[in-house]
């Protein structure tokens, strides 16, 4: 209950709606509320969360809303940034806004209903006419970003030309970066005058929690070293487990056998498609910070419209690889290094269903392995050429 007026208050302080009759001719837009326990990497609770969201499924396109893109920083454009901390050796902090989308401003007319629970006692019929975008509407990560981005150039920042969530102000020999995932903000300086600088400017605008030094963001484990930095998804990878009942499982040397060729398998017997593809989404986030298992992930990931048992079996393989390796990561280390070297190779026919080859790459800026993918070819090679 004390989480869910904190949330009210919040939308009192930033001004989100009025209190309205409601209108005659225009539709409204149903509210719920949410509850999630915020944890850190060691799983303890830090504090119990009430978000009041809109039923935003409710809202039709060009009425209700228009526009909703809104861009978000690629996980390889975080690694790119770990990488260049190491390279220029500075240290990365992080905040986040508290309720972000409660600052972006609205430009359609938009009515919601009253939360469940907090009607107004003289009026129990009226609505709330939106001023702000509010967590559940489609247009509120846009009028988020614009918000937010429109404030950061003000402040004398230059916008990435290509990742447009990053943002870099120079200051005679020293430079700012900062990098923007929703409603957190990833920042580091040469100099870090610059980065006080700019968190009392994010303070002066928007209400901030700041956590200190980048260590646990987006399920990524970060440990800054004075010899570099290394990330991992061990807490991920124990959740994962627990969540598939596989932490009694053996554990396995290698994610996948080196013979193995899996197929459609139309006479197998098929196993439950639903948890299938929950294994495989969550492999392929794992494969943030664990290469070693993005072929064999990428592999299983083709027969999830029809999985059989035999599919089940390779994914559990992995599974139970992970549990040996938990500790795995990716080691990033200081150095005067940052030249960009490309890897790329193909196996040949080794798809048995369409005997098309599989493509594999990766990239390094210095020693830092930043980006790599498997993916099967569109077309079939006739040669290894």
């Known amino acids: 209950m004390i989480a869910m007026q904190e949330e009210l208050n919040q939308f009192e302080r930033s001004e989100v709606w ?201 399920g990524l484990q970060i440990k800054q070293l004075k010899e570099g930095i290394f990330i991992n998804q061990a807490k991920y990878i124990r959740d994962l487990l627990k969540r598939f009942n596989m932490e009694e499982a053996k554990t396995m040397k290698t994610p996948m056998s080196s013979s193995i060729k899996l197929n459609n398998d139309e006479k197998g017997k098929s196993v439950n498609s639903t948890m299938y593809r929950g294994m495989i989404g969550s492999l392929l986030y794992l494969t943030t910070s664990r290469p070693d298992i993005m072929y064999s992930v990428c592999l299983c990931a083709r027969f999830q419209s029809c999985p059989k048992e035999s599919h089940l079996s390779a994914v559990k393989q992995i599974l139970r690889y992970l549990k040996g390796t938990m500790d795995i990561g990716l080691w990033y280390p200081k150095g005067d290094n940052f030249e960009l070297i490309g890897f790329s190779d193909a196996n040949f026919a080794c798809c048995k269903v369409e005997r098309k080859s599989t493509s594999g790459t990766c990239h390094f800026l210095g020693h830092s392995l930043v980006s790599w993918h498997s993916k099967e070819q569109n077309s079939v090679a006739l040669s290894t050429a």
């Open 18 to 218: 009025e209190l309205v009759p409601r209108p005659q001719n225009q539709s409204v837009i149903r509210t719920r509320w949410a509850f999630r326990n915020k944890m850190d990497e060691s799983s303890i609770i830090i504090r119990n969360k009430a978000r009041l969201v809109a039923q935003g499924f409710n809202q039709e396109e060009g009425i209700d809303y228009e526009e909703t893109f809104a861009p978000v920083a690629r996980l390889e454009a975080i690694r790119m940034l770990l990488a260049f901390a190491c390279f220029k050796n500075f240290v990365l902090y992080q905040m986040d806004v508290k309720s972000a989308f409660l600052n972006g401003f609205i430009n359609e007319e938009v009515y919601v209903e009253q939360p469940l629970g907090f009607q107004s006692f003289n009026f129990p019929n009226h609505v709330f006419k939106l001023k702000k975008t509010f967590y559940g509407l489609k247009q509120a990560p846009r009028a988020w970003y614009e918000r937010l981005s429109k404030f950061i150039l003000k402040k004398g920042f230059k916008m990435g030309k290509i990742d447009t969530t990053l943002f870099i102000k120079t200051k005679e020999n020293d430079m700012l970066l900062v990098q923007i995932y929703v409603d957190d903000i990833i920042f580091g300086a040469t100099n870090v005058s610059l980065c006080e600088e700019f968190s009392k400017c994010m303070h002066s605008e928007f209400e901030m929690s700041m956590i200190g030094e980048l260590n646990f963001f987006l």
